[in-house]
């Protein structure tokens, strides 16, 4: 499938997507999937489709720093995401983009994490979002790439409002059937 360029393009990409999912609503849902291979010491190997990334320790936390780390990819995959959708809303409104970045920051305080203080908070605290983009259309449009980004990003929203999450344990019999 080629990537759109244009806002017809994308409209024609996606129109069939939609008329479909309006028809038949549970069609839209998608089940997406990541595993994790246990590794030799404190590491987690996970496969992301395109790569095999092997997951450890942040140095702050007694990683040995060589490893990626599982707070920087959340934060990888936020810029990612966001990136990808704002590229696609400036497509579909036709918004003159030459470029740019994301930057994506994010506060976390370790002692959280390695149980050294009950109300330093596990996770990050605090995140930013900075969008440095190479554009000569006026504020009130970038003002409404920036909402619509916000309003589309998939990472975003479920940062935002957190989705329901559910742990279980698979035994070795359940999962080989």
């Known amino acids: 499938m080629t990537a759109a360029k ?12 939609k008329t479909k999912y309006r028809e038949t609503a549970e069609s839209a849902v ?24 092997e997951a450890g320790l942040h140095p702050a936390a007694g990683g040995p720093g060589t490893q990626a780390c599982s707070g920087d990819m959340l934060l990888e995959a936020l810029a990612a995401c966001t990136g990808v959708t704002l590229n696609a809303v400036a497509t579909a409104i036709d918004f003159k983009l030459a470029g740019g970045r994301v930057i994506v920051e994010g506060d976390l305080d370790f002692r959280g994490t390695l149980g050294v203080d009950k109300e330093a908070p596990v996770g990050f605290r605090d995140i930013r979002i900075a969008f440095d983009l190479d ?42 059937e």
């Not at 244009?6 to 997507?17: F, N, S, V």
């Not at 990541?34 to 992301?48: M, N, P, S």
Request: with cysteine; aromatic share 2%.
């Open 30 to 53: 998608v089940t997406f999937r990541a595993e994790g291979r246990l590794d030799e010491g404190i590491a987690c190997k996970v496969d992301t489709g395109r790569a095999l990334v």
């Open 135 to 176: 554009t000569e259309e006026p504020q009130e449009r970038i003002d409404q790439l920036l909402k619509l980004t916000e309003r589309f990003c998939v990472v975003l929203q479920s940062l935002k409002t957190p989705p329901r999450i559910e742990t279980s344990r698979v035994t070795q019999q359940a999962a080989a």
């Open 6 to 17: 244009t806002a017809d393009e994308l409209k024609t990409l996606q129109a069939p997507l």
